[in-house]
């Protein structure tokens, strides 16, 4: 009720969600932008890890995130298949049981263990949040801007944001997903290749906070001058 009452006092509201750029004037913004997601460069970076933190922490394939049914059901079809899968996240209560070569951890996972997981494995799984009607999440940066593999759900956003088959990988089914699990777990030289070059996507393109926040600032006195003048 709150959020409905105040949108009309904006001059301009951001979105990470590109259908709210239609719907959000339906309820009194005057102005929204969308822009992406984003990764912090003084956190998600590169981080070297033992052979200790890849048992405590890292995978083959990784998944870091909350229990969805759908993730869920497409990780345990790639365990059924002979591919271990590790889950850190919340909500996984139910599911520790599930498969000898699903490895659900049910907790959360933050600060550089969360890094070192995600650069202790070779493939971390991206996948989206149905219920938001997500086309991309903050793990669509974060896990490039580490320098690790990312294989992720196909949607015209992702697309637009890393090269796929060059600086990402990306699946649209089960069947799809297992294929190329298996196919870049066999092919390292061509994995460290594709996750190398969606780190340089993410510096070069400017998918920083930093960036963003410049773009905001950008878009503010523009208003700002539009506005007075």
């Keep these: 009720v709150y959020f409905r009452r105040c949108l009309p006092l904006y001059d301009v509201v951001f979105t990470t969600k590109s259908y709210n750029v ?31 933190d890849k048992e405590r922490l890292g995978a083959d394939v990784i998944f870091i995130g909350s229990f969805e049914e759908d993730r869920a059901r497409q990780m345990l079809y790639l365990t059924e298949n002979g591919i271990p899968v590790r889950i850190w996240g919340g909500r996984w209560q139910g599911w520790q049981n599930r498969h000898p070569n699903l490895i659900v951890e049910g907790r959360p996972i933050f600060g550089d263990d969360y890094i070192k997981a995600l650069c202790a494995s070779k493939i971390a799984l991206c996948f989206l949040r149905k219920m938001n009607r997500d086309l991309q999440t903050d793990r669509t940066m974060e896990i490039p801007a580490c320098g690790t593999f990312m294989l992720g759900e196909r949607t015209r956003e992702h697309l637009r944001l890393f090269e796929e088959g060059k600086e990402a990988e990306f699946f649209d089914s089960k069947k799809e997903l297992l294929q ?13 290749r594709i996750a190398e070059a ?32």
């Design 22 to 52: 239609e719907e959000l004037p339906r309820i009194g913004a005057r102005q929204v932008v969308f822009m992406d997601k984003a990764y912090d460069r003084a956190t998600h970076r590169p981080l070297p890890v033992t052979e200790e």
């Design 180 to 192: 190329k699990v298996r196919y870049y777990l066999h092919n390292e030289e061509e994995r460290e």
């Design 198 to 229: 969606g780190r340089r996507r993410c510096i070069e393109s400017g998918y920083s906070h930093h960036d963003r926040l410049r773009y905001i600032l950008d878009v503010v006195s523009a208003s700002y001058h539009c506005k007075n003048s």
